[in-house]
């Protein structure tokens, strides 16, 4: 029989905010270690915390775009365990009443559209850092990290297979950056995933789960997931069974290893953590929060679909981040041109320079203003699409607006039927074996005459016209 792979995510968003959770110290990542850790975040006898109100509002604004509700009264817990990176040997979480609860969001997947389940996003601290590459024999200890706000996002076990967990966590990582709550670099721990994996036969009930810990890259989750999941298989099969646990993974041996036996909430006792009221929330302030939401990109893809008639797959490409969506308006409304045509550009070409130079789209050489200027060229005839990428790949390079660099280059597009209509004449006379093989059903012959007058006219020629007099003659 087929085994199913049921994953859920919970996933760490570090909160973009200047200073941490409970205290004044900074957030600013890559200073130098433990010059950013105060007070209260070494937790020397006597000092409280005091709540960040910036990193409430940035729940209350995921709780939003995810439909969730907004607890009016939550309540701050301590989670207690004992690790060098954890001076308190407790972490101020969430646990009972959490501030955000039952939200949702829908992820793109092979068989269609389908809508993740998120059961609850906590706010909490994070702990330091422990340091091991740089001591022979020892370990150092940085808590910078001790104290900054993360909101900790988890997902029903709604996820079958790595592809759906990777399809959310992209889905996810892109909304966290649109709505302005974290900036979403992984490689910073930023934004940073622990799946919980188990597997079991279509119908029974939910296998054993294994979490592996601090995935901190989509191309990483997918290959941990889908080797955990032979893991288990594989052990079941044999005759074994499942221990709950918590595994690493090793993206240099693709495999996960064990690191600890997976504990559960009473192995924590909670409780409600003496130092920090009970978080109330006002409806007022929910309201106040919900009119600064942009719109957002599930909403946005849905109108570019219906607003601009482009399909799906093009929409959800300019929706993967807000400056791309942001760039995509702007370059519709500097062009004047069809929205299609400036998806494909937008989707092709840009895309391809940004990738092939390591940019975002913020950095693009070639701003939605410029593009726009180009694409308007092409839409009222002045140069070719083929052309155009030519005048493009100047304008990456800083040779100035396409105007210029049409004008300087002499790349106009040749659109006198007179011009045209004497070429191809000149055409069909130096290439009579090819006449005589389009008129005899060969088509192909067509698309080389077509090729014979752009070349005599290095391209400049209008592709329209050269085929309406190219079949004109011929029909002849």
Known sequence: MTWEIVVGLETHTQLLTESKIFSGASTAFGAAPNTQASAVDIALPGVLPVLNAKAVEFAIRLGLAIGATIAPRSVFARKNYFY?????????????????????LKIATEGGEKTIRILRAHLEEDAGKSLHEDFKGMSGIDLNRAGTPLLEIVTEPDMRGAKEAVAYARALHTLVRWIGICDGNMQEGSFRCDANVSVRRPGEPLGTRCEIKNLNSFRFMEQAIEYEAR????????????????????????????????????????????????????????????????????????????????????????????????????????????????????????AAALNRDGLEIARSPVPAPSLGALVKRIADGTISGKIAKEVFEAMWRGE?????????????????????????????????????????????????????????????????????????????
């Open 84 to 104: 060098p990176d954890l001076p308190k040997g407790y972490q101020i979480s969430q646990y009972e009443l959490p501030v955000v609860q039952n939200g949702s």
């Open 400 to 476: 100035g607006s396409p105007d210029a660099i049409i004008e300087a280059r002499g790349l106009k597009q040749i659109s006198d039927s007179g011009a045209i209509e004497k070429l191809v004449d000149e055409v069909l006379a130096a290439n009579a074996k090819q006449v005589e093989d389009y008129r005899a059903g060969k088509e192909k012959a067509f698309n080389s005459l077509v090729g014979q007058v752009m070349k005599a006219t290095k391209g400049k020629a209008n592709p329209g016209q050269v085929n309406e007099i190219l079949k004109k003659k011929l029909a002849g």
């Open 231 to 350: 893991r288990q298989v594989e052990l079941i099969e044999d005759g074994g069974k499942v221990v709950q646990e918590t595994r690493l993974y090793d993206p240099d041996r693709n495999e996960t290893r064990s690191m600890r036996s997976k504990e559960d909430a009473q192995d924590y006792r909670y409780f409600p953590d003496p130092d920090l009221l009970p978080l109330v929330i006002a409806a007022a302030e929910v309201e106040r929060v919900r009119a600064t939401l942009p719109e957002l990109p599930q909403a946005k893809k849905e109108r570019f679909v219906g607003q601009f008639g482009l399909t799906p797959y093009d929409a959800e490409l300019l929706t993967g981040a807000r400056e791309s969506a942001d760039y995509f308006e702007s370059l519709v409304r500097e062009s004047g041109a069809e929205a299609k045509l400036c998806a494909n550009w937008q989707n092709g070409e840009l």
